[in-house]
């Protein structure tokens, strides 16, 4: 059974998190190693090599442009649900209930997509250490259970945990990257990555694909709005630290690892850490940290695939809880652990959905590192560049009709949201335009799943229509009894 949109006020989630909390949770979803030690090597092997940095560049660019408008608009929304609730505020119910969907879908697609990365990582160390060849999907269970029993529970406690995480391994990187600008590699302190000879090589559409899906999550900012301790001041500088630390540490870090190798090199090493002939994240560690610090860097790899899968958990959950306090999801959902203050029934949910995802995958034996991840990123990626396209629309005409048409100045609400929805068509183009390469399927493959975004839209749509003839219907029947 479903709710009204006119049910009653629900109990609200809680908790007292500050920017640099929200900043954790953001980047943690944005999982820094896990992007290193994934996303680089997919975008240099299947795009442009050396040329990889700019596509983190472009990337960052764009996500700037957009949050000039999505923190321009906080102010005046009110509730939490991020792109759901934006879209909702400047496009009506429908465009709303459609995005909903799409962002659902999306986080849905990367966390799976992660829970197959984690469980290729898990195996490929114990066996490194000598240990048994166990099934990736075990390990994948194991680390589904865990995320279980955290996202359960309090925020706060999650916040903690991908906080120390986060840290870590922000560290560590920090002193490669040092160690390599200290010591280059073969050919010195190289700026041919920047060079448009270099990064118009390849395949740029595919490099800039896996550098907005290093981005993915970055909205929670405004997901984690009720338990945040001043969402007026915290989401708006939350936002922009997370864009901003998020883009020039990916960009740098991937300029330093072409710096080690070498710029002629990088797209062969890339290839082979795809081949899984090398690894280019960890022999380039063991190369100058030594080899202590490959086994800090590995271990250290793994915990930052479980921040990232447990970020992505609470964001789905709460998106769930916000469906359902509209009525476009079981009234079941909205409900709030009386003790954690958590969405615990929408953690439950969210549970079942990955496990099943995941039974899906151990069962066609489908390789856990490039058909998992690199599928479910490349859906992931379509989803979040249209999400972030439909909110930006939704900027412009909230500031130019409403209530919204008092607040901000033309620059931040037509301007530069225009120009983010100019790039973003671009990256969506670009990203489309190279799928078959990212899903390393067939051509029809490759189309079924690019299109699944989009037609999760149209159905969220025509759910949202639903919803309203339903609710009209209730109206009638009340006032005629």
Known sequence: MLESTDAKPAARLAGKLGPTAIVFMVVAAAAPLTVIGGNMPLGMGLGNGAGAPVGFLIAALV?????????????????????????????????GLGIAFVALVSYTAIQAGIYGYIGWAVDDTVRFYGGPEIPWPLYSLLTLLIVAALGYRHIDLSAKVLGVALVLEIGVVLILNLSILANPGPEGLSLASFEPSTFTSGSLGVAVLFALTGFIGFEAAAIFRDEARDPSRTIPRATYIAVFLIGAFYAFT?????????????????????????????????????????????????????????????????????????????????????????????????????LILLAVFAIFNVDPLVGVFGSMAGVATVGMVILLWTTTL?????????????????????????????????????????????????????????????????LGMLRSRHVQRRDKKGVEMTTRS
């Open 254 to 354: 991937c300029w330093m690892f072409v710096v080690a190798i070498g710029p002629a090199q990088v797209g062969d090493v890339a290839r082979q850490t795809l081949d899984g002939e090398a690894n280019m994240l960890l022999d380039t560690t063991a190369a100058y940290l030594g080899t202590m610090g490959r086994d800090i860097v590995n271990i250290l790899l793994l915990t930052s695939l479980f921040a990232c899968v447990l970020s992505f958990h609470n964001v789905i959950t709460r998106y769930q809880l916000a469906l359902s306090r509209k009525g476009h999801l079981p009234a079941w959902l909205d409900s709030i652990h009386p003790h954690h203050k958590s969405p615990a029934r929408s953690s439950i949910v969210q549970t079942g959905t990955a």
């Open 63 to 95: 996500l700037l442009l957009f949050s000039v408008g999505f923190v321009a608009m906080t102010p005046h929304v009110r509730e939490a649900g991020a792109f759901y609730s934006y879209v909702t505020e400047g496009l009506g119910r429908r465009a």
């Open 394 to 458: 939704a900027v412009i005409v909230f500031f130019r009709r409403g209530p919204g048409k008092q607040g901000g100045n033309t620059a931040k609400t037509l301007i530069v949201p225009i120009l983010a929805l100019a790039g973003l068509s671009m990256s969506l183009v670009l990203v489309l335009a190279n799928f078959t390469l990212v899903t390393g399927s067939s051509l029809t493959l490759s189309i079924l799943l690019g299109t699944i975004p989009f037609l999760v839209f149209v």
